[in-house]
């Protein structure tokens, strides 16, 4: 079992930055993969990025390659997402999820097992 719990969700003007971290505790952190989904009302939940167990590797979704880099720190079991250069268009509730080291489809909500309760980023215009 894995609980998580982001934080460093808020209001911020296009153009700006924001870090949202993950603290991530219970078993061992290195043998999860860890992501971020984010979500608006209405909407299914959408992937953002996700990092390997030992952080070497990453991926992105299109919309935010170049913008948004994940990165985990395994000593201290968290997870965090430098936004930068934000946009009206990335406001939503951003959540943090944990699944398998072994997963093949890393950008599929249902291959996570674990998800935090979201932190909320709203962008202004």
């Known amino acids: 079992q894995v609980q998580l719990e982001e934080s460093g969700g808020g209001l911020v003007q296009a153009g700006d930055s924001l870090t949202l971290s993950c603290a991530a505790s219970g078993r061992v952190f290195s043998m999860y993969r860890m992501a971020w989904f984010c979500q608006t009302p209405g909407k299914e939940r959408e992937f953002v990025a996700t990092i390997s167990g030992s952080g070497r590797t990453t991926s992105y979704a299109d919309s935010v390659k170049g913008r948004f880099t994940i990165s985990r720190d395994n000593s201290k079991n968290t997870i965090s997402l430098q936004m930068n250069s934000l946009k009206p268009e990335d406001t939503a509730t951003y959540y943090c999820?944990?699944?398998?080291?072994?997963?093949?489809?890393?950008?599929?909500?249902?291959?996570?097992?674990?998800w935090g309760q979201g932190t909320q980023v709203t962008v202004s215009s």
């Open positions: 999820a944990a699944g398998s080291i072994y997963m093949e489809n890393v950008d599929r909500r249902s291959d996570y097992d674990y």
